[in-house]
C-alpha cells in the first residue's frame, strides 16, 4: 500500500492551525489537480482532482468517510474511489512546538485493488509523496501569509 507522511514545523499556533486542517473547504482546494469538493456532512465529504498518472490524466473522485476530530491535534479520514479501484486513510496530525510554531504532519495511504491494482499502486507511489507535501506547504502558506 502506497504510503507517505510529511512534516513541517509552521509559524503559527496550534488553534490556528485547526482552524485550517479540521475543515474540508480549507484544504480541499490544496489537492494537486483540484477540480471540486463538496462537504457533505461533519463526517463526510468528496473530493474531485485531476490525477497527472504519467501517460494517464484523467478525473479521480474520492469519498472521505468517517471524518474523526480529536480537538486540536488530529484529523483522520477514510478515502473511498468512486468508481475506481482505490481505497485508503489519511490524516493531519498537529503537535505543539510553542505558542507560536507548530508541527503538521499530513499523512495518506492509498492503494490499488481489482485487475488493475498492482499498476495502479507502482503510479500511486510517486504520487502520494507530492501530495502529503504539497498539502502541508499549502497549509503553511495559507496561514503564514
Known amino acids: 500500500m502506497p504510503s507517505d507522511a510529511y512534516t513541517k514545523q509552521v509559524e503559527a499556533p496550534i488553534e490556528e492551525l485547526w482552524e485550517t486542517v479540521s475543515d474540508l473547504n480549507n484544504w480541499a482546494t ?5 477540480v471540486e469538493h463538496e462537504v457533505i456532512s ?7 482532482f485531476l490525477g497527472d498518472f504519467g501517460i494517464v490524466k484523467k478525473n479521480v473522485t474520492l469519498q472521505i468517510e468517517g471524518i ?3 480537538v486540536p491535534e488530529t484529523i483522520s479520514f477514510k478515502l473511498i474511489g468512486v468508481g475506481e479501484g482505490v481505497n485508503g486513510s489519511g490524516s493531519y496530525t498537529l503537535e505543539k512546538v510553542s505558542e507560536v510554531s507548530t508541527n503538521v504532519t499530513c499523512q495518506f495511504e492509498i492503494s490499488g485493488s481489482g485487475f488493475m491494482g498492482a499498476m495502479i499502486n507502482n503510479i500511486l507511489k510517486n504520487f502520494v ?3 502529503t507535501k504539497q498539502l502541508v506547504e499549502g497549509i503553511n502558506d495559507k496561514v503564514v501569509s
Open 68 to 70: 474523526q476530530r480529536d
Open 129 to 131: 509523496p507530492q501530495v
Open 42 to 48: 461533519e463526517s463526510q465529504g468528496k473530493l474531485v
Open 30 to 34: 490544496l489537492m494537486p489537480g483540484y
